[in-house]
């Protein structure tokens, strides 16, 4: 009868201990679950909202290595580096990309690319007569990211001197973002209008 007893009491004592035990085990498992949720969630938004750099794996995919200039132009081109390279090449120096967050994502010492204008100018934007000036320029990438220029700013603003498709960045050629990028150098923030994998800048008119 003594030994039962005994017998009960230590079951009850390992069991009490194992039930302890395991209940401290899922809430170490539960913290750990909202831990790693508040990360992911902290990271999703940092994603979303363009503040956190894009994976390499992301780059492989959206690589593009000619830019199409389409739309209300006389002479559609596709433009490849070494097409870039037989136009005006101009030197850029110490140009940064600032997100709109004030997150500073790149610090370029050098980069050559020749004016949107330029590109442009040789395309030569369908035009009736000297007041038709409502046009719009997208800039597109693969991934469909986007960037807006009006006529006004690239040809009759100081913005237009400004805003170049590179090909080269610190003394080598661009490969994970693209081959190509558009960048508007005298924006405040120039992130937005920073536009990696560029695909296409197409031009529309305001009707
Ligand atoms: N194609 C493409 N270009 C893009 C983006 C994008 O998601 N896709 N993000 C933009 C944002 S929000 C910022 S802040 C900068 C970031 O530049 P980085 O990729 O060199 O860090 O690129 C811009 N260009
Ligand atoms: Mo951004």
Redesign the pocket.
């Known amino acids: 009868m003594k030994y039962t007893k005994m017998i009960a009491a230590t079951l009850a004592i390992v069991f009490a201990c194992w039930a302890c035990n395991n209940s401290e085990k899922a809430d170490q498992i539960a913290n750990g679950k909202k831990a790693q949720q508040a990360a992911f969630n902290t990271w999703k938004e940092g994603k979303e ?3 956190v ?2 994976p390499a794996g992301d780059s492989i995919k ?1 690589i593009s290595k000619q830019v199409t200039v389409t739309g209300e132009v006389e002479f559609p081109l596709t433009l490849t580096v070494d097409s870039l390279k037989k136009m005006n090449v101009a030197t850029i120096e110490n140009f940064q ?5 004030g ?1 500073n ?2 610090n370029d010492k050098t980069c050559k690319g020749v004016l949107l204008k330029e590109i442009l100018e040789k395309a030569k934007i369908k035009q009736d007569n000297h007041k038709d000036r409502n046009f719009y320029i997208v800039a597109r ?3 469909n ?1 986007k960037a807006t220029f009006s006529w006004a700013e690239i040809f009759n603003n100081p913005t237009g001197q400004n805003v170049y498709v590179l090909f080269e960045e610190n003394g080598i050629p661009i490969q994970l ?2 081959a190509m990028i558009l960048i508007s150098r005298n924006d405040i ?1 120039t ?2 209008r ?5 695909k296409s800048i197409e031009v529309n008119k305001v009707i």
């Open positions: 909202a363009g503040m750099p894009i959206y990309v600032v997100c709109q967050s997150a994502m790149k990438a693969t991934d990211y973002q693209g923030k992130g937005p920073h536009v990696i994998w560029l």
